[in-house]
């Protein structure tokens, strides 16, 4: 069964602290992970992907295998970076539908 | 990036009324399209994927009969709640896989529907 895992729900950090946000996941093949931003009262925006492994605003995320996990980290937060960031999952069959981790919820302290 | 437009943004309906929301890739051909819905505070759920031209298919725990897809071209999917009641008042999104791109998925901007 495919499943993400994001086991915070809320992470609170000071401005300039560093961040990082997990994520876990469960898929029997090799999937592709992806990390989703949504600013308040925006849509969900791609923030990156691990194929192409580039970093975006600062955010950074490796696939971990072993660990399977696929953690996002940036090392000094800003206060702009406060929003709801979703871990998915994408299988590799086809046109299959991302898996959504509950989110995590950021927010950056000035 | 491509784009994925959803109207209407907001909905207000009546209980026992039907709404159509309509979710279009604007510059790309989509032969699927998914559709989720996000309650306050929590993660988006899969309701249901749609393919062009086939019935869609629902996500255990979500009834067809009450939330009708139809994928009728490459570019349009639409969404129908029929019968809305208060506890369909939702964030619905819809996302369309872009065939060139690897499948890369991309969301529409979401619609609100509240039911009175």
């Known amino acids: 069964a495919q499943r993400v895992t994001q086991p915070e729900k809320l992470l609170s950090v000071f401005k300039g602290a560093p961040v990082e946000l997990k994520c876990n996941y469960s898929?029997?093949?090799?999937?592709?992970l992806f990390w989703y931003v949504q600013y308040s009262r925006q849509r969900l925006q791609l923030l990156l992907r691990?194929?192409s492994r580039e970093s975006i605003k600062g955010f950074t995320a490796d696939l971990n295998k072993g660990e399977t996990s696929f953690h996002l980290k940036k090392p000094f937060a800003q206060e702009e970076d406060s929003a709801m960031y979703y871990c998915?999952?994408?299988?590799?069959?086809?046109?299959?539908?991302?898996?959504f981790g509950k989110g995590t919820r950021l927010s950056v302290i000035a | 990036g491509a784009v994925v437009s959803q109207h209407p943004s907001w909905v207000i309906c009546k209980s026992g009324t039907s709404v159509k929301i309509e979710c279009r890739s604007l510059?790309?051909?989509?032969?699927?399209m998914f559709w989720y819905r996000q309650f306050p505070k929590q993660s988006l759920m899969l309701m249901a994927t749609?393919?062009?031209?086939?019935?869609?298919?629902?996500e255990q725990g979500v009834e067809k009969d009450k939330f009708l897809i139809n994928h009728a071209s490459l570019t349009l999917s639409t969404l129908t709640v029929t019968s809305a009641h208060p506890e369909d008042s939702s964030f619905y999104i819809c996302?369309?896989?872009?065939?060139?791109?690897?499948?890369?998925?991309?969301f529409g901007e979401g619609s609100w529907l509240t039911v009175v």
């Open positions: 691990h194929i």
């Open positions: 510059d790309f051909q989509a032969t699927t």
């Open positions: 749609s393919n062009e031209g086939s019935k869609a298919t629902y």
């Open positions: 898929y029997s093949g090799s999937p592709e």
């Open positions: 998915a999952l994408h299988g590799n069959s086809g046109n299959t539908p991302l898996v």
């Open positions: 996302s369309a896989s872009k065939p060139d791109s690897g499948n890369t998925i991309y």
